[in-house]
């Protein structure tokens, strides 16, 4: 087996929740980060297509270490929240070994769950985007970007009315303070980021890499995530919500 | 009024958001009417009332529509605009019997604009978005507009305003839809 760490837990995939089409359900791997876009391109696989895993890269970098030690674990708990299995691939972080793990954990949920195709919450970013394809291209997979160049404000209306509930778990980029950190994007906070998206050069979703989330509820999860204990890290517009604890409750 | 046709797997596939919807909206931004249908559901009555044709490109690994080329030969006899977008471009030079060379393509590639034509008016090398696995062998009737290093990006017919772009346009490069949508505005009754 490669270096890298990798779990796996068997359950049962989700099935798009009906077949009214001509074609064959196909089995999709999602690629996770544990942020809103990913989980909400989960949820639209799942509308057409079967997912049958999701597939987490973690970055051991340094230089990312702060981002990825609570995620690392709770991944775990948000694949669990949501019945699915979890293929989880350590990588060094760095640009062209990145490349390498991606397509390693492609290959073993190939291998482990039959995925014949890849989820991604791609929106606007072309260099991500492009990488992924050259991926699955390579190893014959389908890939799917099903929030590509998707309207920012229908984006985040369709996400709440869904019943996702997300948190701010990053930010990166002024105006955002660290009382930012912690917060659920709610229609509240939806309206103050809609003012800062206007005021600021800042996108509403973030993904331009202003702010990152983390998924605490979501309609296809059997249970949601309390958040039990967290820090905050934070420094001149740079902070991160470090979640020490957590565990799942009943919805 | 545009018809924008669906070339994906499936009617309503995980595809469409991504291929489709994106082209929808940016007409939508720019006052532009438009109707999309599947590929296998192109009726008569969308055919005649329609100003100008987009047909939308497709995963990768989705050449599906390859292999109905009866369901595009109304293209041969519609006369009015047409934009093919990658595997529409593939589609509309497979119905002027234009076949095809592998040629991978993924990524952000430069534009050499060969050839003068509305279309491109005012540019000579442009970046744009690639994501094919093939390129056309242009046919007779076609001539090519643009060009990557590795391949033809973009044709239109001798004398009919009927276009295919291998790049996607949709993506970083707008301008180029809307210019279309103009151009059927302007050659609509």
């Avoid at chain 1, 309609?219 to 604890?245: C, D, T």
Wanted: proline share 4%; net charge negative; charged share 25%.
């Amino acid at each position: 087996m490669p270096s890298g760490r990798f779990r796996h837990r068997r359950r049962r995939g989700y099935r798009a929740l009906e077949e009214n089409n001509t074609g064959r359900i196909m089995k999709l791997g999602v690629l996770f980060s544990g942020g809103k876009d990913s989980m909400f391109a989960c949820w639209k696989a799942m509308q057409k297509e079967e997912v049958a895993c999701l597939i987490t890269v973690v970055s051991r970098n340094p230089e990312s270490y702060m981002f990825h030690t609570p995620n690392i674990r709770l991944a775990a708990l948000q694949a669990e929240a949501a019945g699915l299995p979890l293929v989880e691939v350590g990588t060094a972080g760095e640009k062209e070994e990145e490349l390498i793990d991606l397509e390693r954990a492609l290959r073993t949920a190939r291998e482990q769950y039959g995925i014949e195709g890849v989820v991604t919450g791609a929106i606007l970013s072309v260099y991500q985007a492009a990488r992924v394809q050259r991926v699955c291209r390579e190893l014959g997979l389908w890939s799917f970007n099903p929030l590509w160049l998707a309207d920012q404000e229908a984006y985040m209306e369709e996400l709440l009315d869904a019943g996702f509930r997300v948190v701010i778990a990053g930010v990166f980029s002024s105006p955002f303070d660290e009382s930012w950190l912690g917060r659920e994007i709610d229609r509240r906070t939806l309206d103050e980021l809609r003012a800062i998206a206007q005021k600021y050069q800042v996108t509403l979703t973030g993904e331009g890499g202003e702010l990152e989330t983390f998924v605490v509820d979501a309609p296809f999860f059997a249970q949601r995530i309390a958040i039990e204990e967290a820090s905050k890290v934070y420094r001149n517009y740079n902070g991160v919500l470090r979640i020490e604890r957590a565990g799942l409750v009943a919805k | 009024m545009i018809l924008l046709i669906d070339l994906c797997y499936r009617d309503g596939s995980l595809s469409r958001d991504e291929f489709v919807a994106p082209v929808e909206r940016l007409l939508c931004r720019n006052g532009v009417a438009s109707v999309t249908r599947h590929y296998t559901a192109v009726g008569a009555s969308d055919l005649d009332s329609a100003d100008a044709a987009i047909l939308c490109g497709t995963a990768l690994m989705d050449t599906g529509y390859l292999e109905h080329p009866e369901l595009f030969r109304w293209l041969l006899t519609f006369e009015r605009p047409v934009l093919g977008i990658s595997s529409g471009m593939l589609a509309l030079a497979a119905a002027f019997g234009g076949g095809v060379d592998p040629c991978r393509e993924i990524g952000m590639t430069d534009m050499n604009v060969l050839a003068p034509d509305p279309l491109f008016s005012g540019q000579e090398v442009f970046p744009a978005y690639t994501v094919h696995d093939y390129a056309v062998q242009v046919p007779g009737e076609f001539v090519a507009l643009a060009a990557s290093d590795r391949c033809v990006q973009a044709i239109r017919h001798r004398s009919l305003p009927l276009y295919g772009l291998l790049f996607h346009p949709e993506v970083r490069n707008e301008w180029i839809v809307e210019r279309f949508s103009r151009l059927a505005g302007r050659q609509s009754p």
